[in-house]
């Protein structure tokens, strides 16, 4: 999980969005960009909700009289429309291009999204995105097949765009189950030649659309290059787009995210070609493009874009999600002035920040990324601090939390109210310096929500959203959030960041120092016994224990004498 950067935001080497291979298969050639129609007949394109009544309407789809009410957290932003029976059936192998004019403009960025009604289960159910006109007046799609009921709608979430990565076939977390608009598994990778290695991952859309990411970084050897290599000539990125688009369309999917990082900044104007071109020929198959792109970084006075145009890829992408910004120890000083930066350049709405439920450490050159239980299995590190002839039967025994000890100058798990984490510190081998471990939860996520209203952006996203016990629950800071616009900002009790010191079956006496250690006055029998540290993030508890064998006191000694001593 450990990448080597001065930059704090990037690929760890764990396998997901940010890192790691993944199982693949290959892809067939692309042929020619025709064949992306794909077999498709366009039977029609027709503009409809300007209709007086339904005698007059002669298109396939007619205003209706029926009286539907929109699914909770959505609104609707065009009339409903009924299917005019009086065409027909439409033949096997042909699609409706359909266009709608809406009951009133929209802003750039809206993220809207043709409905069905579906009678027998008396739901509404995606059919595709809407790709809405430069005016905002007008959104259109193609259908395939006719539904009975459909209109145009936009979720209208207090926190907006509820954005979920996940891992290659990984379950969504149950909290989130609900509350998400878009899931992006990520499940491909490009190829030497310009195809797509990778399968779509097997979920259920539930109320959400599905756009599969297609990764790239520099935590995998080989793969910067390769797509290096694809954006240099116009020749290799058309192939690349037309492998995109057909992929796309075999998999039958209403979009697609391309999270290509850590490209050198000498990769900047092709990959702004590469974006527009795959962006225009998305939206003429009416497929949203999204962007996972790292953040700028400060450098000095000024913020360093590096190999991305904020500006103008901002032009040619539905949303952009900002990567996580890994050094927690800058993030309260820094995401501000850069997401007032990008503010400045892109359209507020179409900015996602992305938060993590995976825990950072620095120290050095390097940031680290692990799950709360790695972590925490670190700051539960339990030591004797004597030697094992020493440790007997009735005898004053040191135990210590290894990496909490503040006799050894260490924090402790405390609440850091300059970066709002909760944080501790620790020493490595000798001579190899010290690191800080920042843990992501219900507290520190809060204040990192607080930025999207802050800065009006158009919602969130999370880097990882599966159903993995071992990363820290924040969604009990997201579904408050999402549900009302408006971030908790809480802070731990600090009597819940306080060790916890344990005897298994209380046997002998321990008592803690309030140092992160304990003092125990070992059991009069000899035998070997279990000691637990429990400690909190302020959310969750865990343990960890060491087993201590205590021996028979030697003859010559008392315990009058020993116990005398201890005090």
């Known amino acids: 999980m450990n990448r080597k950067s001065q930059l704090p935001w990037g690929a760890s080497a764990k396998p997901s969005l940010y890192g790691g291979p993944r199982q693949s298969r290959g892809s067939r050639q692309w042929l020619v960009l025709g064949a992306i129609a794909l077999g498709v007949v366009v039977l029609a394109w027709f503009l409809i909700g300007r209709m007086c009544s339904n005698t007059e309407c002669t298109d396939y789809y007619c205003p209706s009289d029926r009286k539907i009410e929109a699914p909770e957290g959505y609104e609707f932003v065009s009339r409903i429309f009924a299917y005019n029976e009086s065409k027909g059936e439409v033949a096997p192998g042909n699609d409706l291009a359909i266009a709608v004019e809406l009951t009133e403009p929209v802003a750039e960025g809206s993220s809207l999204t043709f409905y069905r009604y579906v009678d027998e289960t008396k739901n509404w159910e995606p059919i595709a995105p809407a790709v809405t006109d430069p005016q905002g007046k007008v959104v259109s799609a193609t259908f395939s097949g006719t539904p009975g009921i459909m209109a145009v709608m936009r979720r209208n979430s207090p926190g907006g765009q509820v954005v ?72 290799s990125r058309s192939n690349h787009v037309g492998q995109i688009v057909q992929k796309m369309a075999e998999i039958n999917v209403k979009g697609v995210d391309i999270a290509y990082l850590d490209l050198p900044v000498t990769a900047r104007t092709s990959f702004t070609l590469f974006i527009g071109d795959l962006y225009n020929q998305l939206h003429a198959q009416n497929k949203q493009l999204t962007l996972t792109l790292p953040s700028p970084i400060k450098a000095q006075n000024r913020i360093d874009e590096g190999a991305y145009d904020w500006t103008e890829l901002a ?5 952009i999600k900002v990567a996580p910004y890994r050094d927690q120890a800058t993030y309260r000083l820094t995401m501000p002035e850069i997401l007032e930066y990008l503010t400045a350049r892109v359209t507020p709405a179409k900015l996602i920040l992305t938060v993590s439920p995976y825990a950072t450490e620095t120290g050095g050159e390097t940031i680290n990324v692990m799950s709360l239980a790695q972590a925490m299995s670190i700051a539960t590190r339990v030591t ?20 909490i000890d503040k006799d050894e100058s260490l924090t402790g798990i405390r609440w850091s109210a300059d970066t709002a984490t909760v944080a501790f510190s620790y020493k490595q081998a000798l001579g190899a310096g010290s690191r800080t471990i920042y843990l992501e939860n219900f507290f520190s996520i809060g204040f990192k929500l607080e930025l999207i209203g802050t800065f009006k952006l158009g919602g969130v996203a999370v880097e990882d959203a599966s159903a993995n016990d071992f990363l820290g629950n924040i969604w009990t800071a997201l579904v408050p959030f999402i549900t009302s616009g408006q971030p908790i900002l809480l802070q731990p009790n600090p009597q819940d960041l306080t060790p916890k010191w344990k005897v298994k079956d209380n046997q002998g006496t321990i008592e803690d120092t309030g140092r992160g250690s304990a003092n125990w006055f070992t059991p009069a029998q000899p035998g070997t016994y279990t000691i637990s540290l429990t400690l909190s993030d302020g959310v969750s508890l865990f343990e960890n224990s060491i087993d201590v064998n205590v021996k028979a006191r030697p003859a010559s000694s008392t315990p009058a004498a020993t116990a005398t001593a201890a005090r």
């Open 315 to 319: 032009k040619t992408a539905d949303l």
């Open 384 to 403: 004797v601090r004597a030697e094992a002839d020493a440790i007997t039967t009735s005898t004053n025994i040191e135990i210590t939390g290894t990496n």
């Open 164 to 235: 979920a990565y996940l891992p290659h076939n990984a379950p969504l977390h149950r909290d989130a189950v609900g509350h998400v608009s878009i899931v992006h598994p990520i499940d491909f990778k490009p190829a030497a030649d310009g195809s797509l290695t990778g399968d779509l991952s097997t979920i259920k859309a539930e109320g959400f659309e599905i756009y599969p990411v297609i990764s790239s970084n520099g935590s995998v050897r080989g793969d910067v290059a390769i797509v290096e290599n694809i954006l240099a000539s116009g020749e």
